[in-house]
């Protein structure tokens, strides 16, 4: 398999489980929290999937397509170590979603950056919210959710708030 | 359509692409030019098809992940307007096939870039030769071929060389 096979798989991976994730919070209220605003692709998949939701999003530093840049006063900009301790004030409780796609290529980064993470965003998350995340995340307050139809186990991470 | 939407598409078009131009040229010798190395997941994907053929590369600074940076002796580097015709004298007709996609996310600038490029890459490609590229190509020496199935009109291009 080439990179290019596994770059689309992943990417149909990421999707299918956005979309899995919106019909799972379809009856409950609570804003959306994407964590890593990248090229910005998956925050204009977040806002076609929800039109009617407040959509934050964590970055360090914006390197978006200009299209998809967030309104100023729903992004949190800095390392998100730091940001997120602060943002529970202001959204502690309310996310019914979070999708975690932070970090670099490197895979074991970007598990260790989820494990620094997750502490710090389980209080964001109201019981019965759903976070999608790359990384896998072994967290006592997390239960994993079954993935949906064509995506193997692993690819990516689907999990409720406990 | 989201922006995750079109670019899942436009990699899937890509890949099938390749694939199906892969199947043109079985019976035929010939090298293969990878015209942007990019990230290098094309690159890599021409490798798991043409385990065989050498696979030159042209791009103006390599940025691509580790994995996927061909040879030197087969890395061309430098802007391709000054390249290709110094690659003349070393692959002229030797191409079996080539894949344009270089450039930015600005579809007009690919488009114009790939206007430049084509009389350049023209006496590289020998006659029945296989052109695929990202860009729409306007070219007396090329027609236009049968995209595979699932490709639909402009999603990617296809070319045979006369």
Redesign the interface.
């Given at each position: 398999?080439?990179?290019?096979?596994s770059?689309?798989r992943r990417?149909?991976a990421?999707?299918a489980c956005l979309d899995h994730a919106a019909e799972l919070i379809g009856g409950l209220d609570g804003v959306v929290l994407e964590l890593g605003l990248g090229n910005?692709?998956?925050y204009?998949?977040l806002?076609?999937l929800f039109p009617g939701r407040e959509i934050y999003v964590c970055e360090r530093a914006v390197a978006a397509?200009p299209?998809?840049v967030p309104p100023a006063e729903r992004l949190i900009l800095g390392d998100m170590r730091d940001t997120l301790p602060i943002l529970r004030a202001r959204l502690g409780g309310q996310v019914a979603l979070a999708h975690l796609d932070a970090g670099s290529?490197d895979a074991e980064a970007n598990r260790s950056l989820a494990a620094a993470l997750t502490p710090l965003l389980m209080p964001l998350l109201f019981r019965g919210a759903v976070l999608v995340s790359d990384p896998e995340i072994a967290c006592a307050d997390l239960a994993p959710l079954p993935l949906p139809d064509g995506v193997p186990p692993g690819r990516y991470h689907l999990y409720r708030r406990l």
């Open positions: 398999m080439s990179r290019l096979d770059f689309i990417l149909e990421q999707r910005g692709r998956t204009d998949h806002r076609s397509h299209d998809c290529g």
